[in-house]
């Protein structure tokens, strides 16, 4: 079965403060992608990774960075937080499309909550 | 802009009951079309997509769901639901060409109540 794991269940932190959202992924999948969940929004892209060290901004990547250093491993990075960015964020993993389609996988997501 | 609307936020529905979860896309060129499932305090689980073919297509679970590319919809139906089918719905859009990026809806909530 594919896994797609996040460091962290719940998470609280201070505004100003930088924090790390780490997501590993076990099936060697060159994809890597970082998504934001806010009622009545949906589930927001925020940035995507199509290899190491590569990556590309998504809908919504204002305050936010990513560093993808090892190929099964995609970390979010908020370098100053603010209590905008309380939300629930979900990490998902896929082999890339090549013209198809190839599923993406999620993680079970971190709740952030920045006071 | 590629954007997808789900009409419906919240659906309440009793146990055997059907249900409609309703999704429109809007998008000028060809699209894929998916459903996702999110169960309490879970990730999100694909639980069925329309690549090409049969505009109908189904689920193990007993969910179908119609492509009409007249009307730009892809309504998620199920003839009588479980309780375990309590859980957060999101209808989603890949344009073609856009590598595997995926546009989606706001989510509607079913709340199966005995």
């Known amino acids: 079965d594919v896994k797609v794991t996040q460091s962290s269940r719940y998470l609280v932190k201070r505004t100003g403060e930088k924090v790390f959202l780490e997501c590993v992924q076990d099936m060697d999948h060159e994809n890597m992608f970082w998504y934001r969940q806010d009622p009545g929004l949906g589930l927001r892209l925020i940035y995507f990774?199509?290899?190491?060290?590569?990556?590309e901004k998504g809908d919504i990547p204002e305050g936010y960075s990513v560093s993808r250093e090892k190929k099964e491993r995609f970390s979010l990075i908020l370098e100053s937080a603010s209590t905008n960015q309380t939300s629930m964020y979900l990490c998902?993993?896929?082999?890339?499309?090549?013209?198809?389609?190839?599923?993406?996988?999620f993680g079970p997501g971190t709740r952030l909550t920045v006071l | 802009a590629q954007s997808v609307t789900q009409l419906d936020s919240q659906v309440p529905v009793f146990e055997e009951a059907p249900v409609e979860l309703r999704c429109n896309y809007s998008s000028s060129v060809s699209v894929y079309l998916f459903w996702y499932v999110q169960y309490p305090n879970q990730g999100l689980q694909l639980l069925l997509k329309?690549?090409?073919?049969?505009?109908l297509v189904e689920s193990i679970n007993g969910f179908e769901a119609e492509f009409n590319k007249s009307q730009t919809s892809f309504h998620l139906r199920k003839p009588s639901v479980h309780i375990s089918d309590t859980a957060e719905y999101f209808c989603a859009v890949r344009k073609l060409g856009a590598g595997n990026k995926l546009t989606f809806g706001g989510g509607t909530r079913v709340l199966v109540k005995p």
């Open positions: 329309y690549l090409s073919g049969s505009t």
């Open positions: 990774s199509y290899d190491v060290k590569m990556k």
């Open positions: 998902a993993s896929s082999f890339p499309s090549s013209g198809s389609y190839n599923e993406q996988f």
